[in-house]
């Protein structure tokens, strides 16, 4: 199946201070969010394998946007992570059919690599609901610093018959961060943790 497309919308945000000091070079993230059509919407449907086939063609499709908006070349992407959010007439089994048993590898091969598990949330709600998008290290689950998420959202989506898509990249963790942890420079990338 060819996701029903009805818009794509692409976000970067950009933070050049953070408590009144400067962060060089500021941290930049970006958001591929895809409004598409619950073709499962107001009924319930066993086999999800439809939607399973929307995330692998969204995966690469919107981390592919994310990328280009940044600016960057896909591999020095830092962090990632997906989200969907569906309509009032949709399940929450809809957009876990999307995000989970394929968007993942093609997001990755975009990107290059990406051993740990790519964060996720779902949730229910109308036009223009927040939808909260988790971000975690590529690479190594146990970075402290990219612990974060990126909030987007789409005015007059998602109607009670679509489903938002979103994933997100950033060239960076969370401004000056302090918390401890592993570092970028100690990651060895073969776990998907460390």
Partial sequence: MKAKIRKIVTVVEE??????RAVSPPTR???????????????YQE??????????????LLAERAVKALGID???????????AVGANGELEHAAAILHPKL??????????????????????G??????????HKDAAFVRSHFDGMEVRVVDAPAADE????????????????????????????????
């Fill in 74 to 84: 896909p591999a020095k992407a830092e962090s990632y992570g997906k989200a969907a």
């Fill in 163 to 194: 489903i938002l898509v979103a994933v997100a990249v950033t060239d960076s963790g969370r401004p000056l961060p302090r918390v401890g942890g592993l570092k970028v420079s100690e990651i060895k990338g073969e776990d998907g943790l460390r």
């Fill in 15 to 20: 933070t050049l201070t953070e408590a009144g």
């Fill in 47 to 60: 086999d999800l394998s439809e939607l399973i086939d929307v995330g692998e063609e969204l995966g690469g």
């Fill in 104 to 125: 993942g590898a093609p997001f990755r091969k975009v990107l290059g690599k990406g051993a740990a598990l790519i964060p996720s949330s779902k949730k229910r709600g």
């Fill in 29 to 43: 993230r970006a958001a591929a969010i895809a409004v598409i059509a619950n073709p499962f919407a107001g009924r």
């Fill in 127 to 136: 036009p223009g609901v927040a939808l909260d998008i988790p971000l975690g």
